[in-house]
């Protein structure tokens, strides 16, 4: 695992608190930056094996932005408190969404993050909760719209990289890492073409403005 800043002392802390309640986008990069080791501190409590270490790592970077984002800093907490519920709320939606929808639902599940810090989803534009038989039969309808953009605009190279990072097809997910092993290429590659592969889907989802009740 990559070695992470030490932390800030309770008076650095502060000073960057104030800055960035007073609107320093700086100072909360610098926040989130000196935090990361927590977060990689929580992670290992809930690594089994099971996942790429970095992927958990980037879920409880979803937890340690939020807490940046909402800490009132007139509350006289240290932010690691704070931050190690928020970093553990997320490790835990995660695991408890992947046990209760399984592999063959993984391209609901997160992936990462966009630059404000929000979770993003390959099916980022197929949001559902609690769903009717209406709403079973629209995800239904958009999912197979989605197979049909996979196959249609993307290239071959970002259509092989979708299908097996999120298990299209009934295949298992994969991680970056072993996807950059299995074809040869680098784990940024993988990265990039994958995040670009997502954006080409979801403004093709965005242009259509696919409504199928109404």
Do not use: W
């Not at 990265?191 to 109404?214: Q, T, V």
Request: charged residues 35%; aromatic residues 8%.
């Amino acid at each position: 695992m990559k070695t992470f800043l030490n932390p800030l002392t309770p008076e650095e802390e502060r000073y960057y608190l104030e800055r960035f309640r007073d609107g320093d986008q700086e100072a909360k990069r610098i926040l989130i930056v000196r935090n990361m080791r927590l977060v990689a501190h929580l992670v290992k409590k809930y690594y089994n094996g099971d996942r790429e270490m970095e992927d958990l790592i980037s879920v409880g970077t979803i937890g340690l932005i939020k807490a940046v984002n909402t800490f009132d800093i007139e509350k006289n907490n240290r932010l690691a408190a704070y931050a190690s519920k928020c970093v553990e709320n997320e490790l835990l939606m995660l695991f408890r969404s992947e046990k209760k929808r399984g592999k063959e639902t993984s391209i609901y599940e997160p992936l990462g993050t966009d630059s404000e810090g929000n979770s993003i989803r390959l099916l980022d534009v197929i949001e559902c909760e609690e769903e009717d038989a209406l709403e079973r039969i629209d995800r239904k309808e958009k999912t197979e719209k989605l197979y049909e953009l996979v196959n249609t605009i993307l290239n071959e190279r970002e259509k092989e990289i979708i299908c097996l990072r999120y298990g299209l097809y009934r295949n298992g997910e994969v991680t970056q890492r072993q996807i950059a092993d299995q074809l040869g290429i680098s784990r940024s590659y993988v990265s990039r073409i994958e995040k670009k592969a997502l954006k080409k889907l979801k403004k093709e989802f965005d242009n259509r403005n696919i409504h199928f009740h109404g």
